[in-house]
């Protein structure tokens, strides 16, 4: 039942209202008090976000890009340095009568269409405040053009920047890798305002990559005031950048441009390493391209002209390379031999064949060495002294030596990627092929050959450490060396018989006399090798062994070469490994390249005077040649203009799947070589061909 | 004011209110000023002109007795729902909706008119009711339907804010008139059911959209929570003294949309920081009380229900505006009255202005006879 509702007379109207009144205006001012403490709030509590948020708003920061630490070598020259870059760019904002003003840059600057159509999608997409590049790596001439007609040219700025440079070229390609324009997804993933900025550079490969922090330093920026619609109100203080630190390197830059130079034609490669420290003295990988236009952006004709090329131009071979080492393992194996208790003096007779179940293995000299010692059997390259010793002991003693030695490790070095090969034993075959280890397999290892795969870096260091007899760790950041190497496991008297025996394979009438050092008092120590990329039939062993000058490139021996030197007190240990040389030519083979390499350690005169000499009868040095092979490609795959000047992104690592592939490739062929199975039927005559002179 | 200096006119006119309105026109002008960057060019100049013809226009009325506005209340309120309707048809009839009445010579918003009319019809209906029928449902149910039928015509529009207010100015007066309280608890809470209600049936998607960012304004901070957030970020910038007159980067560099008409309080607050948004706060609350004292002064029902009623009409305009711009009420287009560029609340507002002082004018002669 509802309540009768109260009466309600004027005066309690009156008293009503003035109750009802004085609470409305208590509720007002409540409110003016609740509005006042949230402005209190944003205004005091949050001010300072906002003050950040406004500025954000109003300020901003056009970056420049820092300058990039410089690559030096251990006595402080560059090897990656930045010099001034000529350069041209546009502020929207500024640009009046885009037409015409697109037009005479194009003109004075020679621009190519398709540059001008970049161009103009570039300005249609930039905030007004944002510079877009017009070019860059401008010549002074070009230059000073536009600087000269910049009244008829508003928005136009012709900057001075940085870019990188190279001053050895290809030489140090392969070591520093290269820098180029961020691409859109590494901007998509980062959203760095400096990935869009124009003249600013990553590294894309190598050490450029890989120090790619260190190096990079802090963009300075170009403050200016905009208005919510882009448009530029005023400038502000411009902060400058701070460089990006040095790294210092380990690798000597004349001997690195030595090396390369001294490499010629081959496609090969070569480490030094100081045998003190393990220090990388120099890293060559040739040929190579040229890290300066490649940082550039380079033309599709460039590139199809690298990635065709049989000598796999970019392809570090140092670090992923792969190769039969051949011979050059057999000092090791002796160590090996010793350490199970093999007498130096129990002497093998080589008759130059020896039987194996079904199989015949052969030794490289058809006729055979007669008897045969240890020290013999490494300075004649002897095969049937080790095929008789392993056959005896079993490749499952051989194995842990060639590891101590650094086969098959993957060293701490600052590179993405390193291939470190195979040392197989019995343990990995039946892991890998679940497959028993077979005597014919322990034989084929024992020269290097087989499941056996090594990459350069590795044999210097295999070197490196016979001759120290101790386990030094290769290094390349000068800050980063590995000092006191601990000492290897074996008696020093026996290290010392496979440094004699080394010495003996150029000075003792071995297989590397060519190597002898012209400087008197100082002898080199040395082991040369020979890895066969093909087998060799029955039938083409009666007929007599293809020459390898008969052979095409592809199937030809590689020739690898390892050697310390000055042999009576250690400084310098050396790989080089020649991709299918053949032995065809002497001056292009290992010897002469391992002598000269070293000669330039120890008497720089005498070494480069000889390379004077030489270096003419292939072709000139490493940029005459690279330009007079580039102009051959360019006549014969002649393109159309506009494809030429068409740039690609500058995205090509030598990590690029294509890069990967390639040196997959390069690097099967020994695998199936070693897994066709050198048992039973088909005899493997891996015997190394060694030329004795 | 001394009566000895002026003449009796001039003497008797409510000066401290009228120096306290003069000042925050004023200060809105300076803000208007910056607003263009520092030029009385386009809007101070002009919003200063339109005041002072206002102010006059409020003065004149002033004069009206409060028997004058008794009569009209009712037959001005019919003729305002009357152009509403109007303005309805003519929307129909040219397709798409508009919130004007061209007259030829002016164009006229009556919605906004509306804001003090329905005060007016509100109060005029509680002084003709008997004070025994306060208490019964016949109080409640004919001034549901004076404020409901413009509220619904001015949503038609669509008008949020406007609707709002005159939904609130009425209920306002209802509640003065001495309604139970059960009730405005009980529509409370009808509110509440009914506001996901009309959010799902009523509003349109711009409205839908803009109470959606005003809960969420970060997730749309380019689009239409942009007001908001710039609103907010202007605001909480200028700190307790502000960035200086003329040095406010978010409305000198476009940053804050509308700075001079709906988020004028923005700027101002950039520039002049807590301590000018608290007095300006302040000057309004003391207006207000002005208009609720002249309600509590007054002699008829009618009267201080009208004072009191059209004091907090005022107070919804500055209450919801400096909600929205602060970030507690979503965006309903609601201007800062005096402060804000635009006639039509400056004109509401010095009406309302003018009818107050017209009471209090009554409400002194009284006290003198």
């Known amino acids: 039942m509802r309540r009768p509702p109260r009466i309600v007379s004027e005066a309690m109207q009156t008293a009503s209202f003035s109750r009802r009144a004085w609470l409305l205006g208590a509720a007002q001012a409540g409110v003016g008090v609740m509005l006042a403490g949230r402005m209190a709030w944003l205004s005091i509590a949050e001010n300072e976000r906002y003050n950040l948020l406004a500025e954000s708003n109003r300020v901003n920061a056009t970056l420049i890009p820092p300058r990039r630490g410089w690559l030096i070598d251990r006595h402080g020259l560059p090897i990656a340095n930045n010099r001034t870059d000529f350069r041209v760019d546009i502020l929207p904002d500024r640009l009046r009568d885009d037409e015409r003003v697109i037009a005479l840059l194009a003109q004075i600057l020679k621009l190519p269409p398709e540059e001008v159509a970049r161009l103009r999608i570039d300005l249609e997409r930039a905030p007004g405040f944002q510079p877009v590049q017009v070019a860059e790596r401008l010549d002074w001439e070009r230059f000073a053009a536009v600087s000269v007609r910049l009244p008829e040219l508003p928005g136009v700025q012709p900057t001075r920047g940085f870019a990188r440079h190279y001053p050895l070229g290809a030489a140090v390609a392969h070591l520093t890798g290269y820098v180029g324009a961020p691409t859109a997804e590494q901007f998509k993933e980062t959203r760095n305002p400096l990935y869009v900025t124009p003249g600013f550079k990553l590294g894309k490969d190598g050490l450029e990559k890989m120090l790619e922090d260190r190096l990079r330093g802090q963009p300075g920026a170009k403050r200016v005031e905009v208005t919510a619609r882009g448009k530029l109100v005023a400038e502000l203080a411009t902060r400058p950048d701070i460089p990006g630190r040095n790294a210092r390197l380990t690798i000597d830059a004349g001997l690195q441009e030595y090396a390369a130079r001294r490499l010629g034609t081959n496609s090969g490669s070569a480490v030094v390493l100081d045998c003190r420290t393990g220090e990388m003295l120099c890293m060559v990988s040739m040929p190579a391209y040229d890290p300066n236009s490649f940082s550039d952006g380079i033309s599709h004709l460039e590139w199809s002209m690298l990635s065709e090329n049989d000598h796999v131009p970019l392809m570090n071979k140092v670090t992923q390379g792969l190769y039969p080492p051949g011979s050059t393992v057999k000092p090791m194996n002796t160590l090996a031999l010793m350490a199970a208790g093999v007498a130096p003096t129990e002497r093998v007779f080589c008759s130059g064949a020896m039987r194996v179940g079904t199989g015949v293995f052969h030794c490289h000299k058809r006729g055979g060495h007669g008897p045969v010692d240890m020290k013999t059997a490494v300075a004649q390259s002897c095969d049937i002294y080790f095929f008789e010793m392993i056959r005896r002991l079993g490749y499952d003693k051989i194995a842990p030596v060639a590891r101590e030695l650094g086969l098959g490790r993957k060293f701490d070095l600052p590179f993405s990627t390193q291939r470190f090969g195979t040392v197989p034993d019995s343990a990995w075959k039946q892991r890998k092929y679940k497959d028993r280890w077979t005597i014919a397999d322990g034989l084929n290892a024992s020269i290097g050959q087989g499941y056996v795969l090594a990459n350069p870096l590795q044999l210097a260091v295999m070197a490196a450490r016979i001759a120290s007899g101790r386990a030094l760790q290769p290094s390349i950041l000068a800050d980063h060396v590995h000092h006191d190497a601990p000492a290897l496991p074996f008696q020093s008297e026996q290290l010392q018989l496979v440094r004699e025996a080394m010495w003996a394979v150029v000075n003792g009438g071995g297989t590397g006399v060519a190597s002898r050092l012209q400087i008197p008092g100082m002898s080199i120590a040395a082991k040369t090798g020979t890895a066969q990329v093909r087998r060799i039939t029955m039938a083409e062993r009666r007929a007599g062994v293809l020459n390898n000058g008969q052979l095409p490139f592809k199937l030809r021996d590689h020739a690898l070469f390892v050697c310390f030197a000055p042999y009576e007190n250690p400084r310098y240990a050396a790989g080089i490994v020649l991709e299918h040389n053949g032995h065809t030519i002497r001056n292009l083979d290992t010897p002469l390249i391992g002598r000269d390499i070293m000669t330039y350690l120890l008497d720089r005169e005498r070494a480069l005077k000889s390379l004077a000499e030489v270096e003419p009868t292939w072709g000139g040095d490493i940029q005459t040649r690279m330009a007079a092979e580039a102009a051959a490609y360019r006549a014969e795959h002649a393109p159309a203009p506009a494809a030429a000047a068409t740039k690609t992104d500058a995205v090509v690592p030598t990590d690029a799947p294509a890069v990967e592939a390639a040196t997959d490739l390069a690097n099967r062929t020994q695998e199936t070589l070693a897994t066709d199975g050198p048992s039973g039927e088909t005899p493997a005559e891996q015997g190394t061909t060694e030329n004795s002179q | ?369």
């Not at chain 2, 003449?7 to 026109?25: D, K, N, Q, S």
């Open chain 2, 1 to 369: 004011m001394s009566s000895r200096l002026l003449p009796e006119p001039l003497a008797r006119l409510p000066w401290r209110v009228l120096l306290l309105v003069m000042a925050i026109a004023l200060f809105g002008q300076v803000v208007l000023y910056s607003a263009a960057g520092g030029s009385i060019r386009p809007w101070a100049w002009s919003q200063g002109i339109r005041f002072f013809v206002l102010l006059a226009a409020a003065l004149a009325v002033s004069r009206v007795p409060e028997r004058s506005w008794k009569a009209i209340a009712l037959p001005a309120y019919a003729a305002i729902v009357l152009a509403l309707v109007a303005v309805e048809a003519l929307g129909a009839v040219r397709g798409g909706s508009q919130r004007w009445l061209d007259l030829g010579f002016i164009r006229i918003q009556p919605s906004e008119f509306m804001k003090p009319a329905i005060v007016l019809a509100c109060a005029k209906f509680y002084d003709m009711l008997p004070a025994a029928e306060t208490r019964r449902f016949g109080a409640v149910w004919p001034a549901a339907v004076l404020i409901g039928v413009p509220a619904g015509l001015v949503m038609l529009q669509p008008d949020l804010g406007t609707a709002l207010m005159i939904c609130a100015g009425g209920a306002t007066v209802m509640f003065l008139a001495g309604i139970p309280l059960r009730l405005f608890v009980g529509g409370a809470l009808g509110v509440m059911v009914a506001i996901p209600l009309a959010f799902t049936f009523f509003l349109h998607d711009y409205q839908r959209n803009r109470i959606l960012i005003f809960l969420d304004p970060e997730s749309d901070p380019l689009g239409t929570g942009y007001h908001i957030s710039q609103s907010k970020i202007a605001i909480g910038s200028g700190g307790i003294w502000g960035k200086g007159f003329l040095q406010g980067t978010q409305s000198h560099l476009d940053y804050l949309p509308e700075g001079h008409t709906d988020f004028v309080f923005a700027t101002m607050a950039e520039e002049w920081g807590l301590v000018g948004g608290c007095l300006l706060i302040l000057a309004f609350l003391l207006v207000i009380r002005w208009g609720i004292e002249v309600g509590q002064r007054a002699n008829t029902r009618f009267a201080r229900l009208t004072a009191a009623g059209l004091a907090t009409t005022i107070f919804f305009y500055v209450a919801i505006n400096l909600m929205m711009v602060m970030g507690l009420a979503p965006v309903v287009g609601i201007p800062l009255p005096l402060v804000s560029f635009g006639s039509s609340a400056q004109m509401t507002v010095l009406l309302c202005l003018g009818i107050l002082m017209s009471i209090d004018r009554e409400n002194r002669r009284a006290a003198r006879w």
